[in-house]
């Protein structure tokens, strides 16, 4: 199984009417510049809940995993070109691999690229599949969710588009959820990060927006949680 940014079975009730009204970048694509946030070799990451001894891993790339110490934090060294080759895919078709539907456009469409978010964890608890994924209630009608990804590319380009990501929220109730990409891309491993904003009126009725963009979250540590850890931190 490809590595794919993916939030399964999320079902928050209030958001059966979430609508996401986001601006697309136009025009012609610029000669690809470097992004001003460094690129990164390992992630330093925390799983939420851990019980006992175990390890984390990518699924797919046997090769990439980690121990865990006794408080679920962990750093795992991410692979290098050589053991992504298979895996990786044009960079313009990785609305694919994130679990997303359409395409976005790459100032330099021979480029090659392999997106990882989801891990997979296995503790004194059992498995499971964790997300970089955070949810906050900023107002008493007003909800965040933050998702990290670590996309890697064997060359610079930038990337632009809109792209469907009603899956990775995977609520039934929505059925399109377009998200506005502008992401400057170098060669390695590139922190990115999906953000969108909720809010709802009395009637119940929730707008929002997203975006895909560079993260300036560097090597901090990151927090990956399930699923129904994520319901808990949104529920209205």
């Not at 690809?32 to 925390?46: F, H, L, R």
């Not at 004194?124 to 007003?142: D, E, H, N």
């Not at 399109?176 to 990409?181: G, K, R």
């Not at 929730?206 to 927090?223: I, L, W, Y």
């Amino acid at each position: 199984m490809q590595n794919v940014l993916r939030i399964q079975g999320a079902k928050w009730g209030l958001l059966g009417g979430l609508s996401l009204a986001l601006v697309a970048c136009g025009g012609g694509l610029p000669t690809p510049q470097a992004s001003d946030q460094p690129t990164v070799q390992t992630i330093s990451g925390k799983v939420s809940g851990w019980q006992g001894e175990g390890r984390v891993a990518v699924s797919g790339l046997p090769g990439a995993s980690s121990s865990v110490h006794t408080d679920g934090s962990f750093t795992l060294t991410l692979p290098g070109e050589a053991e992504l080759t298979k895996q990786s895919l044009p960079i313009a078709e990785i609305a694919g691999n994130l679990d997303c539907l359409g395409s976005v456009q790459s100032s330099a469409p021979d480029a090659r690229a392999f997106t990882l978010m989801s891990l997979d964890v296995k503790d004194g608890a059992g498995s499971r599949q964790t997300s970089a994924m955070t949810g906050s209630k900023p107002g008493l009608l007003s909800r965040r969710v933050n998702v990290r990804v670590w996309l890697y590319s064997d060359g610079a380009t930038q990337l632009r588009g809109t792209m469907d990501c009603a899956k990775i929220l995977s609520i039934p109730q929505i059925s399109t959820l377009p998200v506005t990409v502008a992401v400057n891309v170098q060669p390695g491993w590139n922190v990115i990060e999906l953000n969108i904003q909720a809010s709802a009126n009395i009637l119940a009725q929730v707008s929002g927006s997203g975006t895909m963009a560079n993260s300036t979250a560097g090597d901090a540590q990151t927090t990956f949680r399930t699923t129904q850890e994520l319901q808990a931190q949104v529920a209205f």
